[in-house]
């Protein structure tokens, strides 16, 4: 095997991990420490992760595997059998594994071709596929070796005959769009197609093995396939159709039993689960509940095993009234940020969108509205390996809380300089959500804040109720300023691409450098990690000195809590957690009390 | 009478498709629709270059059908109710009245509780109020009532599902199954959401009922009942009620839509698979044809009530003659 970006990537990572006792766990620490802690919250270890009283202590089960540094773990001895029940706000409308917009029933049906390591991002080896190569230097021929004998749920048509390589080929085909026309489908509806940018062809050579050809070499193809929504099914599926969920079948560790809708969809074990001892749980049930107080309700009366997004005042509540649940909180995937539109002339300058960083008082914001437990971000989310760790972010000019007077005045001559006077002549909205409850709450902070620091500032908010009406102008690209969240994807180059880049899909404020666009377009090719990494740095560096397409506030932090005879969430309690939530289930597991 | 039911009936069908003129285009001019959620979550996903998100706006609004006049929609759509099709969901796909006549039978039922509830307390208490008038009693009746009338439905459903969750330990039940699976279960699922719906229409017909009474009691009728050596209860109950009964029946019918537009909030609440809800997510999701749907379905019950009070009339008054 040659030596290249992704071998080598593997190798230092885990070196890194394994020398440093770094990664996710302690970056997220590091995160903590420097937002200071809530002295009413529960204990809290350098994983940012806590356990309530009753939680806590060892590993689970050879499935659930050793926890990280810091990770919490639940107590007690596994108990096969029983069953977990999660809510949903409804139940799924689209069961199409690759043109499903949000999440479906293949994420406990099925499973990806590649797996991420939650706690340190790392594409590994997943269920599936038990080894990746690049066959070449130049990157155009990569290998995929599938763990044999790997069963189909016995449903026809497959009636578990073995899952292959020709099974794999062809997801791998559908992913880009190449069947769209067979099918009837508009090729636009493979909307992760660009996961895969740059393959060309995907063939099984014989009956384990995969080759993957390449146009052009993609460093960020292996965590393409890492992504939530490009899940594997038996090539059969087609045939079947996406109508019927009752009729689908993958390799996953659950079976469809039940889906009745806007009602709950059940699933039960599949008792031919490749992986040996897993699912532990006979049943797995997704209860609808689109009301929240009904949740918390449900959850306190042990009707439901999980709650997760939880508020301030919900972890209070939930605390208090079931003080044996466990109580778990990490930094996620998700970012809020202010976006500045710059067809609007003011935007245009850098020195306008720099007086403005300078100005935020980013602490003041996410205290404000979560207490402890979220990051410091800038131009990459700070779980990507590659992106700035929230104390580096910290430390810089803005971000850093005990230089804010001075960061201030800084900002004021700059924002002079650049022809508006203590904001005078700079007059916009920021848009937000109504209905994602943060993006008003900074929207509204970030009024005020320009209003403290830029007498002469007009800054405007304006709410739209639900994701339908906001997204409109947003992608249309008519507003000034837009108060929004952004889930990560799982490459920091993908990220930055479609975000940033000319050409991005999310770059909805027009930004438009051609050093961008340059250094992105060499980190997507470049194969070698550390010039891939040095590149990545450079982009960081630059957008906080020079470019500015965006003003991120900070990164979320995810506060979940189970009920005590659960275990296993030591699973998810890491760098991302997004709908493979439901494929880790299949690892988890009912204690001993 | 024929001749009237027949006028009346063909009297709502201009109704009808002013109804269905004002569904199809007021829904259109929501803010935002299912093209822009499609391509918010494309994007989304990080799919890398926007050129394709372009082609995908036109890809899927002619998939779709929304790339035609809202004029042409409107007429398919009217062609197709004629052979009662409502149209397929944007999102996945499936039929309409299907997907209707899946949630009717649960919000039919909480309704119909809500009603024999409501109707089960407040004649009775605005019997009992109007009899006693001013008095301490009439005033605790009075004052629970503009209680009831001013609490709305979602503060008294969250707090039904929330305080004793947190007080005791014990929630409503929330998981749902159907009459025929566990009927004591099923019942307890739909009381409790009824009941909410019930406390306001209860209240409302509760004031209607002593107002009534309070204004037959006056009357000439009553009075001679009354010589006649008749007793309290007999010239209450044999003489005028049922004449006070009959504002309260027309009020009983323009609840209809009360009912219907509490169940988006009652079901949701307490997580039932009815109409409310489903037109709720419907909204979201801007789909629009399920949208249409409902609300189509709605109006005609809501038309066909009020056809069914009129007619009501009189059997309730047989001194009303229709000609």
């Known amino acids: 095997m040659h030596e290249n970006y992704w071998t080598r990537r593997r190798l230092s990572r885990r070196d890194t991990l394994r020398l440093a006792g770094i990664g996710t766990a302690g970056l997220t620490g590091a995160a903590l420490i420097g937002c200071g802690e809530d002295e009413d919250a529960p204990a809290t270890n350098g994983a940012g992760a806590t356990t309530a009283p009753g939680g806590g202590g060892k590993g689970g089960p050879d499935g659930a595997g050793p926890a990280g540094e810091g990770i919490p773990v639940v107590e007690g001895d596994p108990i096969p059998g029983g069953s977990f029940t999660s809510p949903a706000t409804s139940t799924y409308l689209q069961h199409d594994p690759h043109t499903a917009l949000g999440p479906n029933i293949w994420h406990l049906i099925g499973e990806k071709a590649l797996e991420q390591d939650q706690r340190t991002g790392e594409v590994v080896p997943s269920l599936l596929i038990e080894s990746f190569e690049v066959a070449d230097d130049q990157g155009l021929e990569l290998i995929f070796k599938v763990r044999p004998g790997i069963e189909t749920h016995d449903i026809p048509p497959f009636s578990g005959r073995v899952f292959d390589a020709e099974d794999v080929a062809f997801n791998m085909m559908r992913i880009i769009g190449a069947t769209a026309e067979e099918e009837g489908i508009p090729v636009a509806s493979f909307q992760r197609a660009s996961m895969l940018e740059g393959m060309e062809d995907a063939e099984a050579v014989d009956e384990t093995t995969v080759r993957m050809t390449m146009s052009r070499p993609n460093s960020s193809i292996f965590a393409g396939l890492t992504e939530n929504r490009v899940p594997m099914m038996p090539r059969e599926m087609v045939e079947v159709g996406f109508d019927d969920p009752m009729a689908m079948g993958g390799t996953g560790p659950f079976k469809m039993v039940e889906f009745e809708p806007g009602v709950r969809m059940a699933y039960g074990r599949f008792e031919n689960y490749h992986q040996e001892g897993n699912p532990q749980f006979d049943r797995y049930v997704q209860q609808v509940l689109p009301d929240r107080a009904a949740q918390v309700s449900a959850f306190i009366a042990g009707e439901i095993d999980s709650i997760g997004a939880l508020q301030a005042h919900e972890l209070t509540t939930l605390q208090a009234a079931r003080p044996d649940a466990n109580y778990f909180t990490w930094v996620d995937a998700n970012w809020m940020h202010f976006r500045p539109n710059m067809t609007y002339e003011p935007f245009a300058d850098f020195r306008v969108r720099k007086a403005m960083q300078l100005a935020i008082d980013y602490a003041g914001m996410a205290n404000g509205y979560w207490g402890e437990g979220w990051a410091y971000h800038a131009a990459l989310h700070p779980n990507y390996p590659e992106g700035w760790q929230s104390d580096r972010v910290r430390a810089l000019p803005g971000y850093n809380p005990d230089t804010k007077e001075q960061d201030r005045a800084e900002a004021v001559k700059m924002m002079d300089a650049a022809g508006f006077a203590n904001g005078s002549g700079i007059d916009f909205e920021t848009l937000f959500v109504e209905a994602i409850a943060d993006t008003e709450e900074n929207a509204i902070r970030l009024q005020s804040q320009m209003g403290e620091v830029f007498s002469g500032m007009v800054v405007n908010v304006r709410g739209y109720p639900d994701l339908a009406s906001y997204s409109k102008p947003q992608s249309e690209g008519n507003f000034r300023g837009v108060s929004y969240i952004i889930t990560a994807t799982p490459d920091a180059v993908l990220e930055a691409i479609s975000q940033f880049h000319s050409q991005g899909s999310r770059n909805y404020g027009s930004f438009n450098e051609p050093g961008l666009d340059d250094i992105l377009d060499r980190a997507q090719a470049e194969l070698d990690i550390d010039a891939r990494t040095e590149l990545l740095d450079e982009f960081q560096q630059r957008f906080m000195d020079e470019w500015l397409p965006l003003i991120v506030f900070y990164a979320r932090p995810y506060r979940s809590m189970l009920q005590g005879r659960i275990g296993g969430f030591d699973q998810t309690a890491g760098t991302w957690l997004g709908y493979s939530t439901g494929n880790e289930i299949g690892q988890w597991y009912q204690v001993v009390e | ?323």
């Open chain 2, 1 to 323: 009478m024929t001749h009237y039911i027949v006028r009346r009936a063909l009297g709502l069908v201009p109704t009808f498709l002013i109804l269905l003129l004002l569904v199809v285009v007021l829904v259109r001019l929501i803010p935002g629709d299912i093209v822009d959620i499609l391509l918010q979550e494309q994007g989304g996903g990080g799919s890398g270059r926007s050129a394709e998100l372009a082609l995908g706006r036109e890809q899927i609004e002619a998939r779709l059908g929304l790339d035609r006049p809202v004029f042409v929609q409107y007429v398919e759509y009217a062609a197709g109710l004629l052979q009662g099709d409502l149209g397929r969901s944007l999102w996945d796909d499936r039929p309409v009245r299907e997907m209707i006549l899946n949630r009717v039978p649960v919000t039919a039922e909480v309704a119909l509780v809500a009603i024999v509830v409501s109707l089960l307390t407040a004649i009775p208490v605005g019997l009992i109020s109007a009899v006693r008038q001013d008095t301490p009693i009439d005033y605790f009746l009075r004052s629970a009532l503009i209680l009831g009338i001013s609490l709305p439905n979602f503060a008294i459903a969250t707090a039904i599902v929330i305080f004793p969750a947190i007080w005791w330990g014990w929630s409503v039940s929330f998981t749902y199954v159907s009459l025929t699976e566990d009927p004591i279960k099923h019942l307890t699922l739909i009381i409790p959401p009824a009941a909410v719906l019930g406390v306001q229409l209860s209240a409302s017909v509760a004031r209607m009922t002593r107002t009534m009474m309070l204004e037959v009691m006056q009357e000439d009728y009553v009075r001679t009942a009354r010589s006649k050596g008749l007793t309290g209860s007999q010239v209450v109950l044999g003489h005028a009620l049922k004449n006070a009964l009959i504002p309260v029946v027309t009020l009983l019918g323009l609840q209809v839509t009360f009912l219907i537009g509490g169940s988006v909030i009652t079901e949701t609440v307490f997580a039932l698979p009815g109409l409310g809800r489903l037109l709720l997510e419907a909204i979201a999701n801007r789909d629009y044809p399920v949208i249409q749907g409902i609300v189509v379905s709605v109006g005609l019950l809501v038309m066909i009530t009020n056809l069914l009070i009129d007619i009501s009339y009189g059997y309730l008054d047989p001194r009303i003659r229709y000609s």
